[in-house]
């Protein structure tokens, strides 16, 4: 028995090691699209980035249950997943900044627009004023919509 359970835990690894391999490459992917501004390839890449994340967590969770087991794994084997997941780690960094930095790019720009939108309708809007004649508008609080999919 104890046989089979070194071999499932060897397979563990190794299905470990190439979720870890294929994480790299697509947070690779998008973080270049991200520098890019290429919003459709990181559209594109999030289905599949969402199942290899499910898988990562499932596998780091099986590990964190039989820590005893990867004790006993091969040297070699041990320096090639630390070497992929010191590499993994650094691309969750990077992504992690390049989200950060594009949303808030893409609120101050949508800031700007409704700011610049309002300060438009002020000079050009009419209301009524207190003589029940009409008057320039001389409030910013007008309602206004924003279509978020700009």
Do not use: C
């Not at 001389?138 to 999919?149: H, V």
Request: hydrophobic content about 40%.
């Amino acid at each position: 028995m104890k046989n089979a359970e070194e071999i499932n835990l060897v397979q563990k690894i190794d299905d470990y090691n190439e979720i870890i391999v294929s994480f790299s490459e697509i947070l690779r992917q998008e973080n270049e699209a991200l520098q890019n501004f290429d919003v459709k390839a990181v559209s594109a890449l999030f289905e599949q980035k969402s199942k290899l994340s499910l898988a990562y967590r499932s596998m780091v969770a099986f590990f964190i249950k039989h820590q005893e087991g990867l004790k006993n794994i091969a040297a070699d084997t041990r320096e090639i997943l630390k070497k992929n997941s010191l590499e993994l780690e650094k691309l969750f960094k990077e992504n992690d900044l390049l989200l950060k930095t594009r949303m808030e790019a893409s609120k101050t720009v949508v800031g700007a627009i409704v700011d610049a939108t309002k300060i438009a309708a002020e000079t050009q809007a009419t209301s009524y004023g207190a003589t029940g004649m009409y008057a320039p508008m001389n409030s910013r609080n007008s309602a206004m919509t924003i279509n978020r999919t700009l």
